[in-house]
């Protein structure tokens, strides 16, 4: 009984309690002895031991299961997919592990396009999850050409969708240099990539909001760009030499000091000078390419937004001291403190995202137009009375384009025919038009200068009116064109940018949408979103006066059209859409008016009766005060003076906004300037009576404990201090708000 083979079921309780706790040692014993167990499933989820090895992060153990079931030629059992229908090989792309990915594939590479429930290969996992090792290692195993296959879900999602879409702009870039033909594949919801980037405020420069000392810490820090990867081993060797660092992390801001010495070495020696001109002096194995200079130039010029590229060539090395410099001071305040990272990453993430931005553009089609004398001209620019389709979608989720014959796509699994779906789709197109169907819904998506107008994005605005100028022509399908977009959804920076614009200003600054409405009629519309960046209904009703003059006074008299399509005037409807607004903004100013009044009215009390007083009393031959020769009596009777004027104007500015009508146009100038002054009048009464009541208190201190005046005023008037102190806020916002003349994007949502 001895040398019989223990049952199966005995041998999967044994092998998942062994795999549960960690005895892997074990786990490969009865893998080598018993090879019935490859294939059996030994978990509820229909795992295998090798699903649990490569869960677990086991390299060491995932190798040796994978040799033997090479050494035992059942390949086969890598194939077996648990109840999801993930692969061993799924698991290890999703966990970004490069050295299972390898020694997984390596024993089956077409294991890399095994699709699961989700019709996800591990390939499209890897840049699913934004593992830029894994993914480059299993390219450098399938390649290209299968790469194309392995690259897309069954919802038209690619490999660059996802890594845009998860912010992993560095694997988004090594996608592009290898898989150029994803650059216009859309998904079922006609998005293509750079779409999906120009939903991405918080990716660039322009739609992060940034406070004054981050702003100066930001500057301060330079982020290296983008490069190629030459092979999937260099990213294996950095991964490798990361994980056996022969120091410990509380040392890494000394090691960091130290390869910032060796660095400045190398600046001053002008080595590094060469290793920054990629186009003029390549890299081993790559060849001189005098185009690839071109466009590296062309990304120059643009990523100087960002902070780089704007001095001459002569100045480089002058340049890279300030910034090791700059380096320096950072590593030496504690480079890896968590804000100083945070504000790292975000510059990172600004810097990358314009790269990206080009690389996209540059190989874009979207606005090319081949004539082949077959039919007419008719592509977006010059339609303008026609929504702008630079391509229709299919029900597969690829792209048939309807201005470009040969542009080729990508079909996504189990697809048709990509020509003979494009002859049936136009052959549908000709019937729905006769018909008079409905268009679909993916027919109406936004071009992305649309998108990037409507959230902000002035660097893809301004990058693809440098490109494609036809594309200030666009228009979705309410006919609303970059302008009226940009208008409607508060995006002064835009609007801006747009104004600087001579060329065909007149014709697209005209424009109005299917509702007849103009640029002005959209700057009147109030919205559901609350979109500038200030507290408080008032304020929010002064900002939108203010963005109704600016748009008004922005353009020539009578250049906007003066009704809609329901006679309506820009004016008609800023008064209907903000009447609540105007309510709110009334109770707003009511209940802060009321609460300050109070404590004005006290400090307007106790300050007349200060006033009254007189310290140490007076001489009774001549009336005048016994004091009046100590500098602290002259400090009370100014204070106390100074103090009972401004509270009884701060009582009277607050009474002045508790009788306004709180008419709409009170809310532009009249009523903010009312409550600053009233709470200028406040914060000044408050500061003197204080200063008042110290110096009162002064005599009375001033032998015994002179020098523990100061301290004890400071504890006692702490309480009272808080006050202003929480007031100082809406103060600075009223301030903002008053004097700054264009209003400001609000780039997160502000609890009201």
């Known amino acids: 009984m001895g040398n019989e083979t223990p049952d199966i079921d005995q041998t999967k309780k044994q092998l998942f309690q062994n795999a549960v706790k960690g005895l892997w040692l074990d786990v490969i014993k009865i893998y080598r002895k018993e090879q019935r167990i490859h294939n059996t499933k030994i978990t509820r989820s229909g795992g295998t031991a090798l699903h649990i090895a490569v ?13 033997t079931l090479r050494e035992n030629g059942e390949i086969d059992a890598l194939k077996l997919g648990d109840d999801r229908g993930n692969t061993p090989l799924h698991t290890a792309a999703s966990l970004g592990s490069a050295r299972m990915c390898s020694c997984i594939a390596d024993a089956d590479s077409s294991l890399i396009g095994a699709r699961n429930d989700d019709s996800e290969t591990p390939f499209f996992l890897a840049a699913l999850h934004g593992h830029k090792f894994a993914f480059l290692c299993l390219h450098s195993i399938c390649g290209t050409d299968r790469g194309y296959t392995y690259c897309r879900r069954k919802d038209g999602e690619t490999i660059l969708h996802s890594a845009i879409s ?12 290898r898989y150029e033909k994803l650059v216009d594949c859309v998904n079922e919801q006609g998005l293509t990539p750079l779409h999906l980037l120009a939903t991405k405020p918080s990716a660039f420069r322009s739609g992060s909001h940034l406070g004054r000392c981050v702003q100066i810490i930001y500057h301060c820090i330079f982020v290296d760009k983008l490069e190629v990867e030459t092979s999937h081993e260099q990213p294996r060797l950095k991964m490798d030499k990361k994980k056996n660092n022969h120091y410990p992390d509380n040392y890494r801001t000394c090691v960091n000091f130290i390869k910032l010495i060796k660095k400045v070495i190398d600046v001053v020696s002008r080595k590094g000078k060469e290793q920054t001109r990629d186009a003029e002096n390549p890299g081993p194995g790559e060849p001189k390419d005098t185009n690839r200079a071109k466009d590296q130039g062309t990304q120059s010029s643009n990523i100087q937004a960002q902070g780089h590229e704007l001095f001459p060539y002569n100045y480089e090395s002058s340049f890279e001291f300030v910034k090791l410099v700059c380096k320096g001071m950072l590593v030496i305040l504690g480079f890896g403190s968590t804000r100083i990272r945070k ?35 008719d592509g977006p620019s010059l339609r303008e009375e026609d929504e702008t389709r630079p391509y229709e979608i299919s029900d597969g989720g690829h792209v048939t384009y309807a201005f470009l014959e040969n542009a080729q796509s990508i079909n996504p699994p189990n697809a048709p025919d990509t020509n003979q779906q494009g002859k049936n789709n136009a052959t549908n197109a000709d019937e729905d038009s006769n018909k008079g169907g409905d268009r679909s819904e ?17 660097e893809i605005v301004e990058e693809i009116l440098k490109l494609f100028p036809v594309a200030l022509h666009d228009m979705n399908s309410d006919k609303k064109n970059i302008v009226l977009l940009a208008v409607e959804n ?23 949408d299917n509702k007849g409405n103009s640029a002005l009629h959209l700057a009147a519309t109030l919205g559901d979103h609350k979109p500038w960046l200030i507290p408080g209904a008032a304020l929010q009703m002064q900002w939108e006066i203010k963005w ?21 005037s820009p004016r008609d409807v800023f008064t209907e859409t903000h009447k609540e607004l105007v309510k709110e903004g009334g109770e707003w100013l009511t209940s802060t008016s009321e ?9 307007a009390t106790v300050s007349f009766a200060t006033s009254t007083t007189v310290p140490g009393g007076v001489k009774e031959e001549s009336g005048m005060p016994i004091l009046e020769d100590q500098p602290a009596f002259d400090i009370f009777a100014i204070s106390s003076l100074v103090a009972l004027c401004f509270s009884v104007t701060a009582v009277v500015m607050f009474l002045s906004i508790l009788t306004s009508r709180y008419q709409e146009r009170d809310f532009g100038k009249d009523l903010p300037r009312k409550l600053l ?20 208190h002064f005599f009375v201190l001033k032998d015994k404990l002179k020098y523990a005046a100061l301290p004890v005023y400071a504890v006692t008037c702490l309480p009272v201090s808080l006050f202003a102190i929480g007031q100082f806020p809406l103060y600075f916002d009223l301030v903002w708000a008053t004097f700054k003349k264009v209003p400001q994007r609000s780039y997160k949502s502000i609890p009201m």
């Not at 993430?349 to 004398?373: C, F, P």
């Not at 993916?442 to 002035?458: H, R």
């Open 548 to 568: 109704y003059e600016f748009v008004k006074d922005s353009m020539p008299f009578h250049f906007f059209v003066r009704y809609n399509k329901k006679n309506k």
């Open 595 to 603: 609460s300050c009044s109070v404590v004005a009215a006290l400090i």
């Open 442 to 458: 993916m027919s109406k998506k936004e071009t992305p200068i649309l998108l990037a107008a409507k959230n902000g994005i002035t």
């Open 677 to 696: 002054f009233g709470l200028t009048s406040l914060f000044v009464s408050i500061a003197s009576m204080l200063i008042s009541f110290c110096a009162g």
């Open 490 to 512: 508060r995006q002064p920076h835009v609007y801006q940018l747009l104004l600087k614009r001579t060329i065909m200003k007149d014709i697209v600054f005209r424009k109005v």
């Open 343 to 377: 504000i790292r990453e975000k510059k990172q993430k600004h810097t990358w995202s314009v790269q990206i931005m080009n690389e996209l553009l540059q190989r874009a089609s979207l606005y090319e137009y081949e004539d082949d004398g077959r039919k007419p001209l």
């Open 166 to 177: 998860g912010d992993y702009f560095d694997l988004a870039f090594q996608i592009i240099h």
């Open 55 to 67: 869960s677990d992060g086991q390299e060491n153990v995932v190798e040796e299961l994978v040799k």
